[in-house]
């Protein structure tokens, strides 16, 4: 494949009902800001020569730590109270990858599964192993209040009496706020990597599809590198981000008709509600999504655009 672009980086901070009415001008604001950064954070390693696997490292660390977004600090809180968090990262040339479920001391997951996936002896851990693992090899813990913030306290607050209320059935209001990055970098090897606190007042235990190789995260440099964000349970039994790569390198489909197939004839026709980011060996781009909207932003060496529906956004 000839290159078109020297680098391309997407990144994701959410799908799911985001409504003109109910973010102010102010918060929709700090959000954006957050998302040129982190793609800025991103760049800079693709603009001197880095890898993609940093660069989305990159991307997502700074994403997990603001607290705008449902991954590391601001992440969600769980039935008992807790933030639990998950991340995945994975690189296309040798498929190697790196996973952690129901972790609550790591500050920076995404950073956490990148040192995961340069050991052979273990690609996915969880729960307080993960943070015992990423203690004793060097990551930076903290205490689970860390994670908090008043706003996902309420929401999780609100969660609970809509949980108790059986005539309630609309919940994607509460999930938005995954992050995630794919990136190709001028060697044209590819990366994807997907942090989240999960869903509001998930049950304790509970492990979605941001956590596993294959339907939230996935990278093959025979196609592409994919991250995905939505209700978590669509995703893992549509294993969305492998499908989308499998209709690229058997199917002999394009990124875009790939996506587009993945989200909106195979997952969405479960009842998916969400979305992906997504990049190829030649660096072409999709943001697909059947959601209400997306936050999301792209660079490559002659552009960067940010988005949260149809139109672009400019800060
Ligand atoms: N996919 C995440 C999960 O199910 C949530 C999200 O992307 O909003 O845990």
Known sequence: MTKKTKYSLCIHGGAGVIDESTISAGEKELILQDL??????????????????????????????????????????????????????????????GALANSSKIKNPVKFAKSLMNRDDIVMISGKESDLLAEEMGHEIVENDYFHTSFRKEQWQQAQKYAADETFLDHSNFKKGTVGAVAMDSDGNL?????????????????G???????????????????????????IRATVASYVSNLME?????????????IFDHHGKMG?????VA????GNISMTYNSAGMYRGFSTDTTRKLFIWDKEEKI
């Open 36 to 97: 040129e950064k982190s793609l800025k954070a991103g760049e800079k390693i693709l603009q001197e020569g880095g890898s993609a696997v940093d660069a989305v490292c990159a991307a997502v660390e700074h994403l997990e730590n603001s607290e705008h977004f449902n991954a590391g600090r601001g992440a969600v809180y769980s039935r008992n109270g807790k933030h639990l968090l998950e991340a995945s990262l994975m690189e296309g040339r040798e498929l190697k990858a």
């Open 191 to 207: 990366a994807a990597a997907t942090s989240t606190g999960g869903m509001t007042n998930k049950m304790e235990g509970r492990i």
């Open 209 to 235: 599809d941001s956590a596993i190789i294959g339907c939230g995260t996935y990278a093959n440099n025979n196609s592409c590198a994919v991250s995905c964000t939505g209700i978590g349970e669509f995703f």
């Open 250 to 262: 058997f199917a002999g489909l394009s990124l875009e008709e790939a996506s587009k197939k993945a």
């Open 272 to 276: 998916g509600d969400g979305g992906l």
């Open 279 to 282: 990049v190829d060996g030649e």
